[in-house]
């Protein structure tokens, strides 16, 4: 179903093996689990198109780092694919959370076949809008108010707004880039 690498973010037991279980039985191409930007990067000569699937954890503070590994890696094809968490217990903190490290979608409870395609799919073949700032990089959901209350503040210093689109043959590809000083 679906000819993309799914990379797991996560224990290699656990959540981390239920989220590995499912991208397989989904029909992702390739699963692997995560061991950095670099061997991503790499990846995406193979499959252009590459998602990564966050397990649950205990507090999505943990998954910050990794995040921003993401969305602030150098090459913007990298930077614009999909992260995606899969929360077992949601808070209304926990999802401002999330997409405030710029998570194109949180899935909640169940995870089933039907349902995580279904969300899975909403990432690809379609026009999405990215936003740049100097703390944040990601999808524009509920974004664009507080970037522009950032310019209003002076806490960004530019704003970059990206039109992408996302397939299996090409992975990212940027339709739109549009700078603004702040």
């Known amino acids: ?21 499912l ?5 992702f191409e390739t699963v692997l689990p995560f061991a950095g930007t670099t061997l991503a990067e790499q990846q995406t000569a193979r499959t252009p198109l590459v998602y990564f699937l966050f397990a649950a954890v205990d507090e999505v503070a943990q998954l910050k780092a990794t995040a921003d590994s993401i969305r602030f890696f150098p090459s913007r094809k990298l930077r614009m694919l999909p992260l995606v968490y899969f929360s077992e217990s949601p808070s209304p903190e926990a999802i401002r959370a999330c997409v405030g490290m710029g998570f194109d979608d949180v899935l909640t409870l169940p995870f089933t076949r039907e349902r995580v395609v ?14 740049e700032t100097p703390t944040y990089f990601g999808p524009d959901r509920r974004r664009g108010a507080d970037v522009i209350a950032d ?18 043959r090409s992975g990212v590809s940027i339709l739109r880039d549009n700078a603004r000083a702040a």
Do not use: C, W
């Open 23 to 27: 991208a397989r039985t989904i029909g």
């Open 151 to 168: 310019e209003r503040r002076g806490a960004a210093s530019r704003v970059r707004r990206f039109e992408i689109v996302r397939t299996v």
């Open 118 to 131: 279904e969300r899975l799919t909403r990432q690809v073949n379609r026009s999405l809008v990215y936003y």
């Open 1 to 21: 179903m679906f000819k993309a690498t799914a990379f797991i973010v996560g224990p290699p037991d656990g959540p981390g093996a239920a989220l590995s279980d």
